[in-house]
Nanobody, 124 residues
Framework: QVQLVESGGGLVEAEGSLRLSCAAS????????MGWFRQAPGKEREFVAA????????YYADSVTGRFTISRDNAKNTVYLQMNSLKPEDTAAYYC?????????????????WGQGTQVTVSS
């Protein structure tokens, strides 16, 4: 089992920044690829970013490329999502997730462990 707890969400004005954190506990954090997903009301959960367990590879949704940065600190069992130039359409609940398949994935069905989510609201 891997337990994930997100933090750092909140209300921010457009063009502002937030940094989300996801603290992991349980099994060896460095064995897992980590992803961030988001879900807005009435919409399906969508991929935001992922980082491989080795920190070599990162992946981003087109909608956040150049604005968001995913990183991880395996010594602190934590993954981060730095969000800059936020837009109202970024408003959603943000979830981190852990995946121990061969390669990091954009598919939420590949992730076996999820946090409870943190709300990000961007005002115009």
């Amino acid at each position: 089992q891997v337990q994930l707890v997100e933090s750092g969400g909140g209300l921010v004005e457009a063009e502002g920044s937030l940094r989300l954190s996801c603290a992991a506990s349980g099994r060896t954090f460095s064995n897992y690829h980590m992803g961030w997903f988001r879900q807005a009301p009435g919409k399906e959960r969508e991929f935001v970013a992922a980082i491989s367990r080795s920190v070599i590879r990162t992946y981003y949704a087109d909608s956040v490329t150049g604005r968001f940065t995913i990183s991880r600190d395996n010594a602190k069992n934590t993954v981060y999502l730095q969000m800059n130039s936020l837009k109202p359409e970024d408003t959603a609940a943000y979830y981190c997730a852990a995946d121990n398949h061969l390669i990091a994935s954009r598919d939420p069905d590949m992730y076996g462990y999820w946090g409870q989510g943190t709300q990000v609201t961007v005002s115009s």
